[in-house]
């Protein structure tokens, strides 16, 4: 007798909620997608709404007020609980190759240099100084020249051909082909 009388009250809960959506959930969703700013979190509002309506039955009398105004309430509540929560936890990680993530991660960074400066090694001193004052230092050509005391045309010589066999010693390297074109073309 007991599951006769859930069963019957589960299927009234059903049409209740049903009901609710049938005559709110349209401006529901287009206020909480709004309050959100997209539509997924706004559904996922919409139905945490209607869960908390169904929990409390009582309130969706008329004679307490309006039931639509009653689920914009709850609907405003959840999305600035949801906006608040958010902001406590740090910011998610992308997910999919596809997505841009939140903050880049430095470590393509850490491995192209590490891999720059094993290449480095493979040059020879005259080279590793000229690109050493250029690139690592900032200077420009005529710079670099009165630094290392020679003429302007050598170090652009010795930049062309350094650069070059740079790229070739990144190409022998394992992690290289990734970054061979990138800065030094």
């Given amino acids: 007798m007991a599951s006769w009388t859930r069963r019957r009250e589960g299927s009234a809960d059903e049409v209740l909620i049903r009901q609710l959506y049938n005559e709110h959930g349209g401006a529901l ?18 139905q945490e709404t209607l869960i908390r309506a169904w929990r409390n039955p009582d309130a969706l009398t008329n004679d307490k007020g309006s039931v639509r105004g009653y689920l914009f309430t709850i609907t405003r509540n959840i999305a600035i609980d949801r906006h608040r929560a958010r902001q406590a936890r740090p910011a ?4 999919t190759p596809s997505s841009t993530p939140v903050a880049r991660d430095h470590a393509d960074q850490v491995v192209d240099s590490m ?19 250029i690139y690592f230092q900032g200077r420009t050509v005529e ?13 652009k010589s010795r930049s062309y051909y350094a650069l070059r066999r740079l790229r070739e010693a990144i190409a022998e390297q394992p992690a290289g082909p990734r970054i061979v074109a990138e800065g030094a073309a």
């Fill in 143 to 155: 710079e670099a020249a009165e630094t290392l005391g020679v003429p302007a045309g050598t170090v």
């Fill in 92 to 95: 998610e990680v992308a997910e």
């Fill in 29 to 46: 969703l287009a206020y909480a997608t709004r309050l959100m700013g997209d539509r997924a979190l706004g559904e996922d509002v919409v």
């Fill in 115 to 133: 891999v720059v400066l094993g290449a480095m090694e493979k040059l020879s001193d005259e080279h590793q100084q000229v690109l050493r004052q």
